[in-house]
C-alpha cells in the first residue's frame, strides 16, 4: 500500500513495543535508522499475558483512548525585545519530548510480575517503539502477523509509520465511578522520531 491519501479518523491506529527476548544493545539500537530495519523487529504480535519473547516480537498497547502527537516538535523560544511589538524568535536547546497515551485501563494487561507490558514499566530498559497510523483495519489472516510490519500486514491498508527508541517510564491508574477505569501510560523519548515510513 501507500500513506494515507484520504481524510479520515484514525481509528484502527496502533501503538506497539518491540519485546525481545535478550535486550537490544546500545550499539544494536544506535545503529537501527533505516525502515527496513525497524520493520524487522515487528514480525509477530504475542499477547502480554502468555505471550513468548523472541528476536521480532511485539506487544501492542491495546485499549488506547487517546494518543499524543507524534514527530518532532517546535524548539523555538519566544524572545521579548525592549521597545519591539513582537518578540524575536531563537531556536532554543532541544528536549526529547514524553508522549502520554491514555488507556481504558484493563489491570491483567498490566499487571507488575503477571504481564510483558507491566514488566516494561519503569524498569529503565529501552525498547523500540511503533506508532502506525491507520484509518482502516489491517486485513492480515493471523492474529500474530495482522498487525505486523510487513506487506501482509499493516501494508494491507494505507499506513503511515513512525518508530522511536524510549522507555516506559510510569503508569498512572485513574478509577472512575461513571466511565471506564483509566490510566495514562507515559513513555520518554531516548533519541529521534524515524518516518513517517509506509509499508
Given at each position: 500500500m501507500a500513506h494515507i491519501s484520504a481524510i479520515?479518523?484514525?481509528l484502527f491506529s496502533d501503538l506497539s513495543i518491540h519485546v525481545p527476548s535478550t535486550l537490544l544493545t546500545a550499539g544494536a539500537l544506535a545503529a537501527l535508522t533505516t525502515a527496513g530495519a525497524f520493520n524487522a523487529l515487528f514480525t509477530t504480535s504475542i499477547d502480554s499475558v502468555g505471550g513468548t519473547s523472541g528476536s521480532s516480537t511485539f506487544v501492542r498497547v491495546r485499549n488506547v483512548r487517546e494518543y499524543p502527537q507524534i514527530g518532532t516538535p517546535a524548539n523555538?523560544?519566544?524572545?521579548?525585545?525592549?521597545g519591539q511589538k513582537t518578540s524575536s524568535q531563537i531556536q532554543g536547546q532541544a528536549d526529547a519530548p514524553s508522549l502520554e497515551v491514555t488507556l481504558n485501563y484493563v489491570p491483567s494487561e498490566w499487571g507488575s510480575g503477571t504481564s510483558i507490558l507491566g514488566g516494561l514499566v519503569g524498569n529503565g530498559n529501552q525498547y523500540v517503539f511503533r506508532f502506525a497510523l491507520l484509518n482502516s483495519e489491517p486485513t492480515g489472516t493471523t492474529v500474530a502477523t495482522k498487525y505486523a510490519s510487513s506487506v501482509a500486514g499493516l501494508g494491507s491498508v494505507q499506513n503511515s509509520v513512525y518508530y522511536w527508541v524510549g522507555k516506559v517510564e510510569a503508569l498512572l491508574a485513574n478509577p472512575q465511578l461513571t466511565d471506564a477505569n483509566q490510566a495514562t501510560l507515559t513513555m520518554t523519548l531516548q533519541g529521534d522520531f524515524y518516518g513517517a515510513y509506509t509499508l
Open positions: 479520515g479518523a484514525g523555538v523560544v519566544n524572545v521579548p525585545a525592549y
